[in-house]
């Protein structure tokens, strides 16, 4: 007889055993596949944060460039010079 109850005990125990088991593979996939989610969505982030940084970095760049330039003309005008340095006659 204490045979048979620890035969169903050891049944019933395998049985939880492979239940939490199942559980316990959902339960790592779901927080895998939420980890990876949020670790792409950070990511994304990060690329379009150092995206906005270079964009923003050569406007400055190429802003500076520009107002340089059209200051350098501008001189050039009141020296009495066209874009190609020669004076002008007429």
């Known amino acids: 007889m204490s045979s048979i109850t ?47 940084g270079f964009i923003f970095g050569n406007i400055v760049i190429i802003g500076f460039l520009f107002a340089a330039f059209v200051g350098y003309s501008a001189y050039q005008q009141k020296q009495g010079r066209n874009k190609k340095g020669q004076l002008k006659t007429s």
Do not use: H, K, P
């Not at 055993?17 to 339960?27: A, E, H, K, N, V």
């Not at 670790?39 to 379009?48: E, P, R, Y």
């Open 6 to 52: 620890s035969s169903l005990s050891d049944l019933l125990s395998s049985f939880l055993s492979i239940l939490r088991s199942i559980f316990d593979t959902f339960y790592s996939a779901f927080e895998t596949l939420f980890a990876t989610t949020s670790n792409l969505i950070s990511s994304i982030v990060d690329l379009f944060s150092g995206f906005v």
